[in-house]
């Protein structure tokens, strides 16, 4: 069992910067990926980015190179960087840690709002 931990949301205006930060209460370095996801009202939960054990990254195409997405093996933690963050990027974001192919655990999620 894994429990996630997600912090860092919160209300944002156009252009401005969140930094999530998601706890995990096992040791995260033989996990096969850490990612973020989000939902949005009405609309299926989507990858946000994803980080392998190995440090592979990959980006959902609406991050633009505007998300870091990274990871702290001694401390089992994951964080996403937001920057130029828009009103489309309003959503729950969630934390997700595959620890196998088809073992998965989520976070609660943490709600960012972006509006002016």
């Known amino acids: 069992q894994v429990q996630l931990v997600e912090s860092g949301g919160g209300l944002v205006q156009p252009g401005g910067s969140l930094r999530l930060s998601c706890a995990a209460s096992r040791n995260i370095f033989t996990f096969d990926a850490m990612g973020w996801y989000r939902q949005a009202p009405g609309k299926q939960r989507e990858l946000v980015a994803r980080i392998t054990s190995g440090g592979r990254r990959n980006y959902a195409d609406f991050v633009k190179g505007r998300f870091t997405i990274s990871r702290d093996n001694a401390k089992n933690t994951v964080t996403l960087q937001m920057n130029s963050l828009e009103p489309e990027d309003t959503a729950v974001y969630y934390c997700?840690?595959?620890?196998?192919?088809?073992?998965?655990?989520w976070g609660q999620g943490t709600q960012v709002t972006v509006s002016s």
């Open positions: 997700n840690a595959q620890v196998t192919p088809t073992i998965n655990y």
